[in-house]
């Protein structure tokens, strides 16, 4: 099965929330396919950031597709407030839903698109069940909760996991990589499996966000043999 093309997805956690609007403009000119907004609530993970009314806000002022990262307990509660906010796609949590696949319907029957994601010690064998339900699978390579942390090593191998079991199930889910992904391992990340990568410090602390996107991207193309990635075929 060939791939698809690769996505970046810059995430708004390291934006200057004061400029938001500007923020978004920047990437969005600057090549950025998706834009990724972390929710978190303070209880599932240790920090507060955006609710509904933000997400509505930025659905505004862009076009790109709203990738929303619920990582709070009981996302069923906030699951219609988000949907009709304007999120394209919705991840939850496999740790923070005991009820995972009526979740992922609840998602799915509002019209947006369903994700799952697991905590970096989590194991793959939680999504077996779920995979054929999914439109995208998020690995956390870092825990989660904050922007500007290092990539955990491991989270290497947990793709190429998923890699395998998403080919296997010959599933047209996306995979997602998010947690200190940089210019200098998004080949890696790539070359493991990831069909979208996550970038928040590297975009938005560098000077020049188009710049660092369209370095990422060719990152992301270039196999350490030289050859084009898998992720620059479309299916
Ligand atoms: O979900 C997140 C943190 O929980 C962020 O999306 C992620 O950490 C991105 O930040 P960076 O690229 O700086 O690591």
Redesign the pocket.
């Known amino acids: 099965m060939t791939r698809s093309t690769l996505k970046i997805a810059p995430?708004i956690?390291?934006a200057d929330f004061a400029r938001l609007a500007d923020e978004i403009a920047r990437v969005e000119q600057g090549g950025a396919d998706w834009l990724?907004v972390?929710v978190?609530d303070g209880h599932f993970?240790p920090?507060l950031t955006v609710g509904p009314p933000i997400v509505e806000s930025i659905r505004k002022v862009t076009r790109l597709p709203l990738d929303v990262?619920l990582?709070v307990t009981n996302p069923d509660d906030c699951i219609g407030a988000f949907a009709e906010a304007g999120a394209d796609y919705l991840t939850v949590h496999v740790e923070a839903c005991p009820h995972l696949h009526r979740t992922v319907q609840f998602i799915k029957e509002r019209g947006v698109k369903a994700g799952v994601t697991l905590n970096p010690a989590t194991s793959v064998v939680t999504l077996e069940e779920i995979l054929p339900d999914v439109d995208l699978v998020l690995v956390?390579s870092?825990?989660?909760?904050?922007?500007?942390?290092q990539?955990i090593p491991g989270s290497l191998d947990k793709i190429k996991k998923i890699r395998a079991m998403l080919d296997q199930a010959r599933s047209q889910a996306l995979l997602e990589v998010?947690?200190?992904?940089?210019v200098d391992n998004a080949a890696q990340v790539v070359e493991a499996g990831a069909d979208v990568l996550?970038?928040?410090?590297?975009i938005f602390?560098s000077a020049d966000y188009a710049g660092t996107i369209k370095a990422m991207r060719e990152a992301g193309h270039a196999m350490p043999d030289g050859s084009r990635g898998r992720s620059s075929v479309s299916r």
């Not at 870092?142 to 942390?149: A, E, H």
């Not at 998010?178 to 940089?182: P, Q, R, T």
């Open positions: 995430s956690l390291s990724h972390d978190m993970v920090n990262h990582m956390m870092v825990n989660p909760g904050f922007g500007g942390q990539f998010d947690g200190g992904v940089k996550v970038a928040g410090s590297a602390c």
